[in-house]
């Protein structure tokens, strides 16, 4: 009896500790979309290629976006990125969040994730995955997405644009 009696208290435990460990991430999905072909190259301050993508929340209400960046390896270099929204000098606007890859984007909004931040000489080339959730668990589609890169090469610049899901909502 003692021993059926332990076993359950072992059980009621495990139960409330794997419920404790699902709740920790308030994220759920709603849509997503790969974003491959990702090159980082970091050599020196004159020298690199770096991938931007932008992210338009095309609903009324305000979601959640998360970019999550994945390097050759397969490890998360989502750290790297940062979040910036437009301004009125050059460069690719005010930062207004970094490391995470999670943002709330605001109705009809427009954010820049700059996968520009490694300070030291590296290279990489990866994937993304964009996915968004909202309160509103009837919407299907909230967000449309591009991305661009630039190459700077002993002060020469240069650069292309791709467009993400074939420039279709998501």
């Keep these: 009896m003692k021993s059926l009696m332990r076993a359950c208290v072992l059980s009621v435990a495990m139960l409330m500790l794997m419920c404790g460990a699902a709740g920790a991430d308030d994220f759920y999905p709603q849509g997503s979309v790969l974003v491959p072909n990702l090159i980082f190259q970091q050599y020196n301050a004159n020298n690199f290629f770096y991938q931007y993508i932008t992210i338009t929340n095309i609903t009324d209400k305000s979601v959640k976006c998360r970019i999550s960046v994945y390097n050759n390896d397969g490890n998360d270099v989502t750290s790297l990125g ?84 074939n420039g279709q909502p998501f």
Aim: glycine residues 16%; contains cysteine; negative net charge.
């Design 82 to 165: 940062r979040y910036c929204t437009g301004s009125s000098s050059a460069g690719v606007g005010i930062q207004v969040s970094s490391g995470s890859g999670e943002i709330d984007l605001p109705a009809h909004s427009t954010r820049l994730f700059a996968l520009d931040g490694a300070n030291t000489p590296q290279v990489f080339h990866g994937y993304a995955v964009i996915e968004w959730s909202s309160s509103d668990s009837q919407m299907r589609k909230a967000l449309l997405a591009g991305g661009w890169c630039l190459r700077n090469s002993g002060g020469e610049q240069s650069g292309g644009q791709i467009t993400i899901n």
